[in-house]
């Protein structure tokens, strides 16, 4: 019977740690009032913000770090570095960056505007269309980024062209969609965010857009 009573005692202390545990765990999770803003204004507000694949991802003592491989620099590094290194935290607000991954860097915690992208994550990176345009191939043709600039045409409407075509380019699209700042332009629904610049990928001048934006909760 005592023995009985002692394994009870004992299931009993054991139960209740266990509440304990859980309880704390759930008073430290992260909580936050999700940003709805559109991300270009979420963005700019960011003093560091780039696109990059995380290479290595190592834990020391309190924190993570994180290495990226810069892809596309946004803001906040100078032109032509690699690489950046990202201390991150242990609390359940800080996101957890791992090796292969390919992000939108703006933050290392929620709720920032950083995004997952891939097709696991909650955004992804596509290039935008000009077909409609109709440019040569050859006007479009890079190497690197310096290779490509942007034009403006129509509403709301740019590409991008190798810097050697780059007039007969805008005269081609303005005579087809119009000079944008002649035209008297209404407000459209939000569109996907387009990142600034102009981008060499897969050897073609390209517009790099963010679409499938879904806010850290």
Not at 96 to 124: C, K, V
Not at 185 to 212: D, F, H, K, M, W
Request: proline residues 6%; hydrophobic residues 35%.
């Amino acid at each position: 019977m005592k023995q009985l009573c002692f394994q009870s005692r004992v299931c009993m202390s054991f139960f209740v740690f266990v509440i304990s545990l859980l309880a704390c765990t759930s008073s430290q999770a992260c909580r936050f009032v999700p940003d709805e803003r559109p991300l270009s204004i979420r963005i700019q507000e960011q003093p560091l913000v780039f696109i990059g694949t995380v290479v290595q991802s190592a834990y020391r003592g309190s924190s993570d770090t994180a290495r990226f491989r810069i892809e596309h620099v946004i803001k906040g590094l100078p032109d032509g570095q690699q690489t950046f290194e990202v201390k991150i935290g242990k609390s359940s607000c800080d996101l957890g960056f791992e090796t292969g991954q390919r992000w939108l860097f703006a933050g290392s915690s929620m709720p920032s505007p950083s995004q997952l992208l891939s097709s696991e994550g909650n955004a992804s990176l596509v290039s935008v269309s000009d077909a409609k345009l109709g440019l040569p191939q050859g006007w479009k043709d890079c190497k690197t980024h310096r290779d490509c600039a942007r034009i403006s045409y129509g509403c709301q409407q740019v590409a991008a062209v190798n810097q050697l075509h780059l007039q007969q380019s805008q005269k081609k699209a303005w005579a087809i969609f119009g000079d944008p700042s002649t035209l008297e332009c209404a407000l459209t629904e939000p569109r996907p965010y387009i990142l600034p610049g102009a981008y060499c990928e897969q050897n073609s001048c390209s517009i790099l857009s963010i679409l499938s934006i879904q806010p850290h909760r």
